[in-house]
Structure formats: structure tokens, C-alpha cells
């Protein structure tokens, strides 16, 4: 197997598969992060409300620069 080939199966195992950073699962796609908590209720955190957006900027700087992942999140971060 090929490095690429590796890679792309690599990235198709993870497709449909949300990123989750402390305890939150991140969607770009809506801009929020969520956390199920099994005994209450789910907890929504907009990317721009307060704690969300402190969240939003810790987990940028976590990400790799020249990934997907940190493109898309950091431009829905530029369009606030």
C-alpha cells in the first residue's frame, strides 16, 4: 500500500466522524460545539457566545495548520 493510499483510506475512515474537544463535539458546519450529558440534557455552545467562543480559539490552536479541519473551522471563525 502506497503512502497515499493509506492516506486516503485514513481520511474516508473518518468521514462522518466529529472532531470532540474537551468533552464537546465540534460542528463547523452549524458553528457550535455539544455536549451530551446522558443524565440531563444536551448542551449547545454557539461558536460566538461567550464560552464558545473561548473554546473556538483553545481548539484552533490545536489543530494543524494545513489541515481541513483547520480551514474550515477558522473560516467560519474570519465570517463572525
Known amino acids: 500500500m502506497t503512502e497515499k493510499s493509506i492516506k486516503q483510506n485514513s481520511k474516508q475512515d473518518t468521514i462522518g466522524v466529529l472532531p470532540v474537544f474537551r468533552g464537546y463535539t465540534v460542528d ?14 444536551i448542551e449547545w455552545l454557539d461558536f460566538s457566545s461567550p464560552k ?6 483553545e481548539y484552533i490552536d490545536t489543530l494543524d495548520k494545513d489541515s481541513d479541519e483547520f480551514n474550515e473551522i477558522f473560516l467560519h471563525f474570519l465570517r463572525r
Do not use: C
Open 28 to 41: 463547523a458546519r452549524v458553528g457550535e460545539f455539544r455536549k451530551v450529558n446522558p443524565d440531563t440534557s
Open 52 to 57: 464558545g467562543d473561548e473554546l473556538l480559539v
